[in-house]
């Protein structure tokens, strides 16, 4: 049986040979990393951000590379506040895109972990932001310069803190907990310092040392 002839050789063989190589993704890339716009823009998320509400929303536009940010336009009632307090919902998007993620990430593991609402499948993290934060001129430090401090958040909605007696505190609401762990990220029994945001009207910050 006589072999067909493939009806595409013809086009194949025509193109060019940079054009070639990308189709059939054979182009030798050397370009390091760090040179590269995912590079350049990881690096600079590492950099941390300082800044008001509106600045953080417009540098989380620029750093979830392939993501996107979704600000309501609208206040809402916090249904998780005794006082229903006004929020603006903040919605993050990664879109499965490893540079949003870590964008994404450190925004957890800073300030904007306090406001923390919900995370879903696809990379959305919800964000429930009080009225007086989104209006305030005070710069806040939302993203810390990458460093060998392990940061990690946790979320939940009431906290009861043991002693060797008891409770030293009764259940009460939170905004959200971060942990901070000193010392090498791999060695997490180091020192452990929790860092809690009550969720009231005062301004005291109580900090449980284990």
């Known amino acids: 049986m006589a072999q067909e002839d493939d009806p595409y050789e013809d086009i194949i063989g025509g193109l060019p040979e940079d054009i070639l190589e990308g189709l059939l993704n054979t182009a030798d890339d ?8 995912q590079g350049r823009r990881e690096a600079w998320i590492d950099e941390g951000f ?8 417009e540098w989380a536009q620029e750093a979830l590379m392939n993501g996107f940010v979704r600000l309501a336009p609208e206040y809402e009632e916090d249904p998780l506040s005794p006082r229903r307090r006004r929020v603006r ?19 957890r593991a800073g300030m904007l972990g ?19 934060v989104v209006v305030s001129d005070h710069a806040v ?11 990690s958040s ?8 043991l002693g060797p007696d008891g409770p030293l505190l009764g259940p009460i609401a939170v905004q959200g907990v971060e942990v901070l762990r000193a010392g090498d990220r791999d060695a997490y029994e180091d020192t452990m310092t929790v860092q809690v945001a009550m ?12």
């Open 199 to 210: 969720a009231s009207d005062t301004e005291e910050v109580p900090d449980v040392t284990q």
């Open 89 to 107: 919902r903040l919605e993050l998007v990664s879109g499965g895109f490893s540079t949003a993620e870590l964008a994404m990430s450190r925004l």
């Open 114 to 132: 306090f406001y923390w609402e919900s995370s879903h499948r696809g990379g959305l993290d919800v964000y429930l932001v009080p009225e007086q």
């Open 50 to 57: 300082t800044g008001t509400f509106d600045q953080l929303v």
């Open 141 to 151: 430090d939302w993203v810390l310069p990458a460093s060998d401090l392990v940061l």
């Open 30 to 37: 050397t370009t390091p990393f760090s040179e590269t716009e």
């Open 154 to 161: 946790i979320h939940t909605r009431q906290l009861v803190v």
